[in-house]
């Protein structure tokens, strides 16, 4: 047979005079004679952040991801390389680690985050190029640039895609 819940109910007297004496005494005694102090203290406002503010916290997010900053921070490369020429000896600067494409130098990676980024904003530019209440002198001009942009990012991305991978795409 099922207890009852007469016995397994436990009434909240008797847990507060079973409380252990010293324990009682303090919590009890400190506010017998001290007071809490009274404080006019007002919420913080907060306002939201402009829809501008928000975009470019955003896209300088995507920037860092894209540019490669958490593998820059784990594995610690070199900004830029060097190679010597074979011929005169002389030690000339690299940018983009070759052969290699899980590896990369900081300043290639944040060079192909910046193409990423220049066409992820002419894109932008061009959606911005048909908003219907702009001079159409201005709509000409959000999309020129923003088309110039994407060609621009497209071709240079292109061209580290070549340079990191000589034989790519032959």
């Known amino acids: 047979m099922a207890p009852r819940s007469e016995t397994l109910a436990v009434d909240s007297s008797t847990v507060a005079t079973s409380m252990d004496p ?11 004679f001290l007071q809490p102090a009274r404080l006019r203290l007002k919420l913080p406002s907060l306002s939201l952040p402009s829809p501008m503010t928000v975009y470019a916290l955003l896209l300088l997010t995507y920037f ?18 060097s190679s010597q020429d074979r011929h005169t000896g002389a030690v000339r600067p690299v940018v983009f680690l ?3 494409v899980n ?7 944040l060079s192909s985050g910046f193409m990423f980024v220049l ?27 923003g088309v110039a942009s994407v ?13 990191k991978i000589p034989a790519y795409l032959h």
């Open 98 to 100: 070759p052969g290699r």
């Open 103 to 109: 590896g990369q130098y900081i300043i290639e990676g």
């Open 22 to 32: 010293i324990f009682h005494i303090l919590k009890v005694l400190p506010f017998s």
């Open 119 to 145: 066409g992820g904003i002419g894109i932008v530019l061009m959606d911005l190029a048909l908003d219907r209440n702009r001079a159409k002198s201005v709509k000409v001009s959000f999309a020129s640039a």
């Open 64 to 81: 860092m991801v894209v540019s490669g900053i958490v593998y820059d921070v784990i594995v610690e490369p070199p900004g830029i390389g």
């Open 151 to 163: 060609v621009i990012a497209y071709v240079m991305s292109m061209l580290f895609i070549r340079i």
